[in-house]
């Protein structure tokens, strides 16, 4: 039983993303009073990504770190410039362009380990690079602010 709704979920997930949009563009009111469950809920999702991982998972992915360097480069790489050339794309608003290539230089989440589940990509890979980006995001912005604050 369990089995058939984890397929079902799986299968219709993009589905239910946009029904869920759809509903918080059209009901918002309704839909913000459910923001004190995101903590919960986000920790529902990242188990249930820990719970696909074996520790063999890791082993591959820790004897061969070159993907994961590879994709915190990238991370830090494409993404900021990919965020910078939408924002002059749309010519967006000054403020809006800096919250958009402020994100765009953030390190991924929990979204992206999910997608990468649903697209039966490498989720150990996923989680790792999400791992060590957040590690050194915290690093390099602490850097970077204790530089620019002397």
Same mark, same amino acid.
């Given at each position: 039983?369990f089995?058939?709704?984890?397929?079902?979920?799986?299968?219709?997930?993009?589905v239910?993303?946009? #029904?869920?949009a !759809?509903i918080?563009?059209?009901?918002?009111?309704? !839909?913000?009073?459910?923001?004190k469950w995101?903590p919960?809920?986000?920790?529902?999702v990242?188990?249930?990504? =820990?719970?696909?991982?074996?520790p063999?998972d890791?082993?591959? !992915?820790?004897?061969?770190?070159?993907?994961v360097?590879?994709?915190?480069?990238?991370?830090?790489?494409?993404?900021?410039t990919?965020?910078?050339?939408i924002?002059?794309?749309?010519?967006?608003?000054?403020?809006?362009?800096? =919250?958009v290539?402020?994100? =765009?230089?953030?390190? =991924?989440?929990?979204?992206?380990?999910?997608?990468?589940?649903?697209?039966?990509?490498n989720?150990?890979?996923? #989680?790792?690079?999400?791992?060590?980006?957040?590690?050194?995001?915290?690093?390099?912005?602490?850097?970077v602010?204790?530089?620019?604050?002397?």
């Amino acid at each position: 039983m369990f089995q058939k709704l984890s397929i079902f979920a799986t299968k219709s997930f993009l589905v239910w993303m946009l #029904v869920a949009a !759809v509903i918080g563009f059209i009901f918002p009111q309704h !839909v913000a009073t459910l923001g004190k469950w995101v903590p919960y809920l986000l920790g529902i999702v990242m188990l249930g990504m =820990g719970l696909t991982i074996t520790p063999n998972d890791f082993k591959m !992915v820790f004897k061969a770190p070159r993907a994961v360097i590879i994709g915190v480069c990238l991370q830090f790489s494409i993404m900021p410039t990919l965020a910078f050339i939408i924002a002059k794309s749309f010519h967006l608003p000054p403020d809006i362009a800096v =919250g958009v290539i402020l994100v =765009g230089c953030c390190p =991924g989440g929990t979204s992206s380990n999910v997608m990468s589940y649903l697209a039966k990509a490498n989720v150990a890979l996923s #989680v790792s690079i999400t791992t060590v980006s957040t590690f050194a995001s915290a690093i390099r912005y602490t850097c970077v602010n204790i530089s620019i604050c002397k």
